[in-house]
């Protein structure tokens, strides 16, 4: 009777222990299916974070880009603009003188000499090869040879200022000559006889 007792209680006890070992597995079991219920929540939630972000970060991009070509596009309206306002002072400004010369020789060429004389004149300073009528035919230091008209507007000096005359500059004299261009004409504002040529006494 000791010995089946002592069975009996050995079964219990082992069936005990097997109830306990069961219990801890199925406790890690629901362990285990809550850490993955868990995990995939929380992968759920970073992914749509970053979608999230991905989605703002786009649409900022979208509007850096949409604001930059704005700018762009100003820039280029108003560099357009700019052009056009010069194309129309330049129109304007070549019709004005068109409408100058065109007055100018309506009265009688008259106004030609006021063109030039608006010019900015060259000075050349030169030997004098040769006279022919009221044109005098110069060789400045690099032997080139300069045709400098003269008319009676020229103002003809010598080098105290005194007025001179086209007869008293001679082949061989040294002048100063302040000139402007009249189409393909040098016409000279003013001569300056500078070195006359030295006679030789007899």
Partial sequence: MRKLMIAVTAVA???????CKKDDVQSQR???AEARQEAAQETAEARQDES?????????????????????NDKIAGANEE???????LAEAQANRNEDLAEDTAAGGSGMAGT???????????????????TLTLVDSTNKELKIKTNDKTAMLDNSRKAVKLDDIEEGSQVRAS?????????ARDVT?????????K
């Fill in 30 to 32: 629901e362990d285990v």
């Fill in 83 to 89: 052009v056009r306002d010069e194309e129309k002072d």
């Fill in 13 to 19: 006890g082992l069936t005990m222990v097997t109830g």
């Fill in 116 to 134: 030039t004389s608006a010019a900015a004149a060259t000075t050349v300073n030169g030997r004098v090869l040769s006279k022919s009528g009221d």
């Fill in 52 to 72: 999230k972000e991905l989605a703002s970060a786009q649409e900022n991009a979208n509007e850096d880009i949409a604001e930059a070509r704005q700018d762009a």
């Fill in 179 to 187: 000139y402007v261009m009249d189409g393909k004409d040098m016409v």
């Fill in 193 to 201: 006889l500078v070195a006359p040529v030295k006679k030789l006494d």
